[in-house]
């Protein structure tokens, strides 16, 4: 018998050394709470019926396979572990989850419950990738006593004092901030091999506990078959999918629950026992952004399922609905007719009957699985496999991860999202040091770069960390859906490029950086307006529409780096071709894109009156705004502002609703200080929206206990609270741009691109005016740098900051003979 405490230790390299994570306080009693813990020093605490509720803080963001040790209980006691990234999660009855969109190598739940019988440690089969908070709930009437409650790490998370780089200056807040970036790249990114699957395979088929199911690569083509195999329930039920989508597999959902009871915890009003619940979308449930059919549940009254025994599960989908059968008789047909306007062409195959099958049992719930064979209506068998061989986890999408990678955040989506990358890769460069993942990223991508075929010259954006390279034709269209993102990673190549000389890196990927840049330009550059458009296209950077102002610079801005790198590496024709391209685009853009009435670059063609942040931003970066259009743009930023922060465009709504993307305005944030530096705008004209950036929006993920987690967001609401609700990710690198713009910018520590030595080099050249007219005295802090050593820098003016104090400043390189730093004194 398998309890669902499993306690099977992953074979982690790194993490069964490292020190467990440790909560900082707790709090005994009726319910959870936010105030009055006290602090945790693994006290012994006895759960009871007046006190069945413990609370536990961990201070910020951990992530790994939660464990409890206990004392012998005198019988089977069961309790309910519920996580949360805000504290209101604790309230929730599933936590702030589930997490019911993709399988990320994790639990795909934030509640689970230990069946509890014997002293010792009790830890999570599963991985939760990110929390702050924990409580313990006890079921039943019963007692229990904890000696000691943790999380095995399956990240590496280090306090902000131990890092490689660091940043202070003489305002706390700026110092808070800056550690929001470096804690959230630390809980998003994955050494290679750390993320064990979440299918467990033996010769005895593929065990699998509640889980959202993983679906299978090779069915996408698939449509009106019959799927068979053989299940064995070892806990509650078990559950499989058909018709699903080939992005994360949305479609229809059965589960099927056994007679017995089950855990304490089971909800027998949603799941009832000796049942099929029939959904269809991405779960059972509805959830903030994810869709999901009310299910439908039919009591088996003619049949008995049992725990324990193998049974064979048939469905067969027709165009009227899915005949499902056990051990040959029918136990019900479930009408499609209810889930039509559920379809989705996005999410799932667009279809009813067509699509591919996967499994994964729902909460509580575990089961074995074997012997698959999925036959066409003409009855031509077009799949078999006994899932006796762990050959099947990549098929499956979850393969323990064999790369090193960031992920967007560390409890959703986990996936291998490039254009976040942008801003996790510079975060990474100014704090945690581990240029490592930034290689590895690199590596992965052109591991995987399209052969061939319809995708050809193409890079993933979404990959999951456990799918494997045999397989991507099967992501290809459904994973990219965001254009720009490609342009991003080439942002990310040429920023890494900047940081760290790697010329051999960048030589040895150079066909398929060139190939990357074809591709694009082959695709999406359009000749009729010298713009990047194409019905094939959708511009995340410009909510979708085409001809548009971010995108187009964007690439350019990519296309200017780029012409750097080949200028280093020598390659001056193909230097030269990139040149006349971004020439091209930057032309287009100045002479169909600017409104003057508007007095800033427009959204797009179509949308000639809106102006748009990024827009601003990357026009800014790549240089092709002259410094009255620079200033222009800057100054009507205003006119997006909303409350605590900039929306992403003047077309979106004021309503309380609109969502605050710290991803967009940390572009925009950079883009003012290479305003003031580059282009010579005037601090005054930057401050406004600078001191808006750091003192107003980012303190917000600081500031408010309740939702703090020592870690980025990735939206926030215009009144300061998470932008998704409990849905958002609280530990998402894309909103901790200001840790590499303070390092970059205030402490003024940065590569710069060096015409005459035609070659990139480090710069200690703080943005004084701006640092003066935020009321800075000093700023110290430490730049790693990939090659080994870091650069330490200070600068501190005397007495009031003021234009005629000079300035002391110290840089020294450590332990590195190859990097010297060029201090610029202020003039
Ligand atoms: C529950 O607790 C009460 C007293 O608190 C006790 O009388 C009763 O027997 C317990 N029930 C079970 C099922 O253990
Ligand atoms: C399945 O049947 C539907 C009609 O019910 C049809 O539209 C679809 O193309 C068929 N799918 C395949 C893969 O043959
Ligand atoms: C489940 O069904 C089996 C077979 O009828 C029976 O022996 C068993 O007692 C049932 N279990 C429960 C919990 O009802
Ligand atoms: C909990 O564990 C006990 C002892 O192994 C077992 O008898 C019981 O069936 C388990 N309960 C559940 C719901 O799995
Ligand atoms: C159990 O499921 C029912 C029906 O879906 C739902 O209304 C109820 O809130 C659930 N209870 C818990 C504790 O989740
Ligand atoms: C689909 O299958 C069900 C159950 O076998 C059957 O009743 C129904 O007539 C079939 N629909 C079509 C269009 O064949
Ligand atoms: C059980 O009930 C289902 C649904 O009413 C029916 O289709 C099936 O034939 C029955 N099976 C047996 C073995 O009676
Ligand atoms: C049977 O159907 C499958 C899938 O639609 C198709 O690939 C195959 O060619 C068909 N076989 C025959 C003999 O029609
Ligand atoms: C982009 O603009 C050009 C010129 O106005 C137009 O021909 C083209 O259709 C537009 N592209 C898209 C995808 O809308
Ligand atoms: C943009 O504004 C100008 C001037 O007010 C107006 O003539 C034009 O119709 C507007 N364009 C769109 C697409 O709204
Ligand atoms: C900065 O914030 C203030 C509100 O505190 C707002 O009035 C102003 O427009 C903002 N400035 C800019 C440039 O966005």
């Not at 304490?264 to 979308?281: F, H, K």
Request: aromatic share 12%.
């Amino acid at each position: 018998m398998l309890l669902l405490t499993a306690l099977v230790l992953p074979l982690l390299s790194t993490a069964s050394t490292v020190q467990a994570f440790s909560p900082k306080s707790f709090h005994l009693g009726s319910t959870t709470a936010i105030d009055g813990l006290q602090a945790y020093r693994e006290n012994r605490i006895t759960l009871n019926e007046n006190n069945p509720v413990l609370t536990f803080d961990y201070g910020s963001e951990v992530g790994g396979f939660p464990f409890v040790e206990v004392q012998a209980p005198s019988s089977a006691v069961q309790v309910q572990l519920k996580y949360s990234e805000p504290y209101d999660g604790l309230e929730l009855p599933q936590g702030d989850g589930p997490w019911l969109y993709v399988n990320g190598l994790m639990n795909s739940f934030r509640i689970e419950t230990f069946n509890i019988t014997k002293s010792g440690k009790a830890q999570s089969f599963f991985i939760q990738g990110g929390f702050r908070w924990q409580s313990i709930t006890l079921l039943g009437n019963t007692s229990l006593t904890i000696s000691k409650v943790g999380v095995q790490p399956s990240v590496d998370i280090k306090d902000p004092e131990s890092l490689p780089g660091s940043f202070s200056t003489s305002e706390d807040m700026y110092q808070d901030v800056w550690n929001l970036g470096a804690r959230a790249v630390q809980a998003a990114c994955v050494d290679a091999g750390s993320q064990p699957s979440t299918w467990e395979v033996s010769d005895q088929g593929a065990l699998i506990r509640g889980q959202y199911p993983a679906v299978s690569a090779l069915g996408n083509g698939f449509g009106n078959y019959t799927l068979d195999f053989s299940t064995k329930i070892s806990t509650g039920g078990t559950g499989w999918r058909v018709a699903g989508g080939a992005n994360g597999g949305y479609g229809p959902y059965f589960v099927l629950t056994s007679n017995r009871s089950g855990l304490i915890s089971s909800n027998i009003t949603s799941l009832p026992q000796n049942s099929l619940i029939a959904g269809y979308g991405f779960s059972l449930i509805n959830q903030a952004i994810l869709p999901s059919a009310p299910p439908q549940t039919y009591s088996i009254s003619n049949m008995t399922i049992e725990d324990g025994k193998w049974y064979s599960i048939s469905t067969a989908i027709n165009s009227t609905g899915y005949a499902i059968s056990v051990d040959g008789q029918q136990i019900a047909f479930i009408e499609n007719a209810p889930f039509v306007s559920y379809i989705s062409g996005s999410w799932g195959s667009g279809s009813l009957t067509d699509g591919t099958f996967g499994f994964g049992p729902y909460l509580n719930q575990e089961a074995f699985f074997k012997d698959v064979k999925v036959t066409a209506q003409n009855g031509s068998v077009l799949y078999t496999n006994s899932l006796t061989s762990t050959d099947i986890l990549e098929e499956f999408g979850i393969a323990s991860n064999k790369y090193s990678v960031c992920l967007d955040g560390a409890k959703r989506d986990r996936e291998i999202w490039i254009g976040d990358f942008a801003h996790t890769s510079r975060i990474i460069a100014s704090s945690s040091g581990r240029f490592d993942y930034i290689q590895s990223m690199i590596g992965f991508e052109f591991d995987w770069q399209y052969p061939p075929g319809p995708a050809h010259g193409l890079v993933p954006i979404q990959a999951y960390m456990g799918a494997g390279k045999q397989y991507r034709e099967a992501y290809y269209p459904s994973e990219f859906g965001e254009t720009d993102y490609q342009f991003f990673f080439l942002l990310v190549l040429t920023d890494y490029f900047a940081l760290s000389d790697d010329k051999a890196l960048l030589s040895k990927n150079w066909d398929g950086i060139k190939l990357l840049v074809q591709t694009l330009v082959d695709r999406y550059y359009d000749p009729a307006s010298g713009l990047m458009a194409s019905p094939d296209a959708s511009w995340f950077t410009a909510q979708g529409s085409q001809n548009a102002t971010a995108p187009t610079a964007l690439f350019l801005v990519t296309l200017n780096q780029l012409i750097n790198v080949a200028t280093a590496l020598d390659e001056s024709q193909t230097a030269s071709s990139w040149t006349k391209m971004a020439t091209r685009l930057g032309n287009a853009i100045n002479t169909l894109l600017w409104n003057d009435d508007l007095g800033a670059y427009s959204l797009s063609l179509t949308q000639p009156n809106d102006s748009a942040i990024l827009a601003t931003a990357f026009t800014i970066r790549a240089g092709i705004a002259s410094p009255a259009r620079v200033a222009s743009s800057v100054a009507r930023l205003s006119d997006v502002f909303l409350k605590i922060g900039y929306k992403d465009n003047s077309a979106a709504s004021d309503a309380s609703s609109t969502q605050l993307s710290p991803n967009t305005q940390g572009f925009l944030f950079e883009s003012l200080f290479i305003a003031h530096l580059q282009y010579n705008v005037p601090a005054e004209a930057v401050l406004p929206a600078i001191r808006n950036l750091s003192e107003v929006f980012w303190p917000k993920m600081v500031t408010q206990n309740e939702y703090f987690t020592g870690a980025s967001w990735e939206y926030l609401y215009q009144d300061g609270s998470p932008g998704i609700g409990i849905f958002t990710s609280l530990g998402h690198p894309w909103g901790g741009a200001a840790t590499y713009v303070f390092s970059n910018y205030i402490l003024g520590v940065r590569p710069e691109w060096n015409n005459a030595m035609g070659e990139y080099e480090w710069v200690f050249d703080p943005a004084w005016d701006v640092a003066e007219g935020l009321g800075l005295e000093w700023a110290k802090g430490k730049m790693p740098l990939s090659s080994g050593g870091y650069i330490e820098a200070e600068w501190r003016v005397s007495g009031k900051a003021g234009k005629t104090k000079k300035p002391s400043m110290t840089a020294t390189v450590v332990g590195n003979k190859h990097v010297k730093i060029n201090i610029k004194k202020r003039s």
